[in-house]
């Protein structure tokens, strides 16, 4: 005959693990949602960061109130919304990628960036005195030497000249290609240039460093020493972005409307 204490010790044991199970559940979601919360605040801050409106002790999230998004058809450069493209629910750029209605494949031979797929609507952020636009911030991303690397650029209200810039997720190797965090060498992108008169991308990374008085100047930054994979990454991923298959149908809008925000 079998011993009832063994039973209720089982019931026991099944019921603390259902409980534990369920705590750890809970706990898993709470903390989806504050690493959200969390990752969300630190994009804003990077946005912040780019367009030179971040200080130690502000508060993000009003600061970053102050820009207004928009979200642009990167096809055609005309502005959509968000009921356009999800419904009811909320556009997030980076799950575009994973839905072939909001993505498509990057030819090869296109593919300067390294990207593999492209999302068809890309948010911007629009900073304006006035009437006018002062700044527009952009997303942008490109493969280095062993990471994508993200990015935010501010650019003028010329739609040309960069405000600023700043990478806030890569894994590219520390004191080498990591250098592209470098405060240092991210103000050594303010006032360059990225279109000549043209309206060709010319803006890129050298090997080496831009000497003072050298042709064409206005559109080079200096290279990373001993990261010439990561910089010839951060110049691809500069001129897939601000060209034909980013950003440019948009920019080149803005300049046919003279710079009308809508």
């Given amino acids: 005959m079998a011993d009832p204490s063994t039973g209720k010790t089982f019931v026991v044991a099944l019921t603390v693990a259902l409980l534990c199970s369920l705590m750890v559940s809970l706990t898993a979601v709470g903390l989806a949602d504050r690493q959200q919360e969390n990752r969300d605040v630190d994009l ?25 998004l928009k979200i642009v058809d990167l096809e055609t450069g005309e502005y959509v919304t968000k009921e356009e493209i999800a419904g009811p629910g909320t556009y997030r750029q980076g799950d575009a990628l994973s839905d072939p209605n909001l993505s498509d494949a990057v030819l090869m031979e296109d593919d300067l960036a390294g990207l593999g797929r492209r999302e068809k609507y890309s948010y911007v952020g629009l900073i304006m005195d006035g009437d006018e636009i002062d700044q527009i911030l952009f997303p942008v991303r490109g493969k280095g030497l062993f990471s994508m690397m993200f990015a935010f650029v501010a650019l003028d209200g010329d739609l040309t000249t960069i405000r600023g810039l700043t990478f ?5 190797t520390a004191g080498l290609g990591g250098e592209i965090t470098n405060p ?62 980013g950003f440019k149908p948009y920019l080149d809008r803005l300049r046919g409307e003279g710079g009308d925000r809508g």
């Fill in 44 to 68: 804003m801050k990077n946005v912040l960061v780019a367009a030179g409106m971040y200080e130690p002790g502000v508060d993000v999230a009003a600061a970053f109130g102050e820009i207004e």
């Fill in 168 to 172: 806030y997720q890569h894994g590219e």
């Fill in 184 to 245: 240092r060498w991210l103000e050594k992108w303010q006032g360059k240039l990225i279109y000549d008169d043209a309206g060709a991308v010319e803006v890129k990374v050298i090997k080496g460093a831009v000497m003072p008085g050298a042709t064409a100047a206005e559109y080079k930054v200096d290279g990373l020493s001993g990261a010439t994979m990561t910089s010839d990454g951060v110049t691809r991923l500069m001129q897939y972005w601000f060209g034909e298959s």
